[in-house]
């Protein structure tokens, strides 16, 4: 299998990389798992009630998706409910390590090119998650899904770190786990990398 480095040299004039940041860059899939089922077991959902869903469904489209299952109220306040996933999250943040493969190739490719970090998180999980990694130093540009009007499967976190960038859409590269992802770079007009073979 070609490495990241060798997989990059085959796009036309990339100019910047945009990662996303959950599962892409860390592993944070059972410290999310486990936050999620906290903060819905306060409102009374049980973990093996909880339906599936793609990979990279993000809080709000979780709570949409109980709601219409009858499992959570739709009187709800989903902010309570994100401030409560939140404080579930920091308490094991520490616990969550990079991906390695993928982090050594930023760690490249910060020396090349413009880097940003794209996510359907929060700022709040955001920073202390990159501190305690060690990884936000690589990147210029961070942007959270507090920021935008819409997260993924829109692009409009991955047009966000372009124009932050200054780099045209058509000239960055999107590093995705999932489906999701690689759909809203798609939208964005991005060329995309997808990382999961390097997990």
């Not at 997989?7 to 892409?24: K, N, S, V």
């Not at 490249?108 to 920073?127: C, H, K, M, N, Q």
Request: aromatic content about 6%; overall charge negative; charged content about 25%.
């Amino acid at each position: 299998m070609q490495s990241l480095a060798e997989r990059i040299e085959h796009f036309p004039d990339p100019r910047a990389l945009i990662f996303d940041l959950d599962g892409t860059l860390v592993d944070t899939k059972a410290n999310n798992r486990r936050a999620l089922f906290a903060t819905f077991a306060t409102q009374g959902v049980r973990a093996e009630d909880m339906p599936s869903a793609p990979e990279g469904t993000g809080f709000v489209d979780w709570c949409a998706l109980l709601v219409a299952e009858g499992l959570l109220s739709p009187d709800v306040s989903v902010p309570a409910l994100q401030e409560i996933c939140e404080k579930e999250t920091l308490r094991t943040i520490r616990e969550v390590r990079p991906i390695e493969a993928v982090a050594e190739f930023a760690r490249w490719a910060e020396r090349r090119f413009p880097l940003a970090i794209a996510t359907g998180s929060s700022l709040a999980i955001v920073d202390p998650l990159l501190a305690a990694t060690g990884l936000r130093r690589l990147f210029d540009v961070v942007v959270t899904r507090d920021q935008v009007a819409n997260g993924k499967p829109a692009p409009d976190l991955f047009l966000r770190a372009a124009e932050l960038l200054d780099v045209p859409p058509a000239r960055c590269v999107v590093l995705e786990d999932t489906q999701v992802g690689l759909d809203a770079a798609s939208r964005a007009g991005m060329s995309a990398m997808d990382v999961r073979p390097y997990r």
